[in-house]
C-alpha cells in the first residue's frame, strides 16, 4: 500500500501524520507500506521512519546522476535520503509536465541502476475509454515504458485518469479487466515472471472501497491519494478485510 501525498504536507504536518499513523500500523507485518511525501519532507521523514518497517518513496526523479539541471532531484539524491523507492510516470507528470514515454523509459532505467523500486504508473483518459482505446493506451504505455527494463523491482500501478481526484472509482469489474490485462502484457515482456510483478490499483481508493478492490484477482495493492493524507484513513487501508 503506497501514499502519494502529491503536493501536500510541510515538514511539521508530516511529522504529526507519522506520530498518528505508525502506532496504528505497527503491528502489520503482512503489507509492504510506501510513504510518498514531497521533496521538502523527504529527509524528516525517512529519519521517522527509520525504526518502522515503512518505506519511504520519492514522487519523481530525473534520470541523470548530477549535472547542470536546475531544480532536478537525481536518484543518488533519492537513496542518500534514505529512498527506496519512487514513483515513475504518473499521469499528472505525463499530462500537466509533458514528459514522454522515452522520458519515463529513462527514468525507470536509471532508477533501477541505482536500486530504487520503481512504481510505475499507466492508466487510460476517459476520453480513450470511451473511444475503447484503454486495452491500446496501457499496451503502448508498458511496452514503451518498460523497454529494456528487467522485470525485478518493477511495480505497476494503473491508474485510470478519469478517477484520479475526481471521487470516480473503477468498478471492481472494470479495476480487474484491465489489472488481468496489464498481466497479460507484462507476462508478454517477461514470461511466467510477470506473476510475481504485483499491480497495484490507483483512482480515489478509499477506506470504503479498498476491501472489494482487493478482493480482484489481479489487484496486489493501492496507490492512494487523498485518503492517505489522513493517518486513520490510510491505516484502514493498510488493514484492509482480506
Not at 15 to 32: A, G, H, M, T, Y
Not at 91 to 102: A, M, N
Amino acid at each position: 500500500m503506497a501514499a502519494n501525498w502529491k503536493m501536500n504536507k510541510k515538514i511539521g504536518e508530516a511529522q504529526v501524520f507519522l506520530d498518528e499513523f505508525i502506532p496504528l500500523v505497527w503491528n502489520v507485518k503482512d503489507v509492504d507500506i510506501v510513504i510518498a511525501p514531497p521533496f521538502t519532507a523527504l529527509y524528516t521523514v525517512s529519519n521517522l521512519l527509520k525504526i518502522t518497517h515503512v518505506s519511504l518513496a520519492a514522487q519523481n526523479m530525473y534520470h541523470a546522476e548530477k549535472g547542470a539541471f536546475t531544480g532536478e532531484i537525481s536518484p543518488a539524491m533519492l537513496t542518500d535520503v534514505g529512498c527506496s523507492h519512487v514513483i515513475i510516470g504518473h499521469s499528472e507528470r505525463r499530462t500537466i509536465f509533458g514528459e514522454t514515454s522515452g522520458m519515463l523509459n529513462n527514468k525507470v532505467q536509471s532508477a533501477r541502476n541505482s536500486g530504487l523500486e520503481v512504481i510505475f504508473c499507466i492508466g487510460e483518459t476517459l476520453a480513450e475509454r470511451e473511444a475503447d482505446m484503454t486495452f491500446d493506451v496501457l499496451s503502448k504505455q508498458i511496452n514503451d515504458g518498460l523497454k529494456g527494463i528487467a522485470p525485478e523491482g518493477i511495480i505497476v500501478a494503473y491508474e485510470p485518469v478519469w478517477a484520479i481526484g475526481t471521487g470516480k472509482t473503477a468498478t471492481t469489474g472494470e479495476a480487474q479487466e484491465a489489472h488481468a490485462f496489464v498481466r497479460k502484457t507484462l507476462s508478454g515482456l517477461y514470461g511466467k515472471v510477470s506473476e510475481e510483478i504485483r499491480i497495484l490499483y490507483g483512482g480515489s481508493v478509499t477506506p470504503e472501497n479498498i476491501d472489494s478492490l482487493m478482493a480482484c484477482a489481479d489487484v496486489d495493492g493501492a496507490l492512494v491519494g487523498g485518503a492517505s493524507l489522513k493517518a486513520d484513513s490510510f491505516a484502514r487501508i493498510v488493514k484492509y478485510n482480506k
